[in-house]
């Protein structure tokens, strides 16, 4: 492959049996680059089989997912479990010289503690995607407001990747040939009943 007057080796990850419509390039902060290719006429992935079985699940930030089967999902918390090392190594990125290779080398450093952090969490959310996605037919998740969560608990809605957990489990449901609902934010969930005037579902 030759990209800016340069020739690259890469290793195709697996084989392209369809017609290329384009081909992304992206380089990241290490500098590493990874190619994508975006194909036509791919051969559909074989769905899941149906279990007949639906679930709600609300977002936490003490328990990551609540289902409504009463099953409870804690979610890894990557950046605050290398936080003490991401301090450190941007504190050594601020002191070097400007423009130098001592400069250039801590950097590095930071991007691939970042790198590692994102990677963490993305392998988890997968996974977890990937397992409500064999046993439920329908998942029905709700519509957050993520922009005013950050600006009430920070760091902690950035580390656990709400959003990035909702998009991968779309694509893994409906790769299943499943489904997933997302509530709207500003409906009413439970209320009280005019009959018992006890609380329940709307």
Known sequence: MRLLGRNYRFNQSRPTNAAIKTVTVRRDALGDIYVTFSCEGVQQPEQLPKTGQTAGADFGLRTFLSVSNGERLAAPQPLKAQLRHLRRAQRALSRKQKGSKAKNKARLSVARLHRRVA??????????????????????????????????????????????????????????????????????????????AGRSAD
């Not at 957990?165 to 299943?176: D, P, S, V, Y």
């Not at 489904?179 to 005019?194: A, Q």
């Open 119 to 196: 990677n963490l969490r993305a392998d988890w959310q997968w996974k977890t995607a990937l397992g409500l996605a064999r046993r439920f037919d329908r998942i029905t998740i709700e519509d957050l407001s993520l922009q005013g969560m950050s600006k009430l608990w920070g760091r902690k809605v950035a580390d656990l990747g709400l959003a990035d957990f909702a998009r991968r489990l779309e694509h893994q449901m409906r790769k299943a040939g499943k489904t997933v609902l997302r509530y709207p934010r500003f409906s009413r969930s439970t209320g009280i009943c005019p009959f018992c």
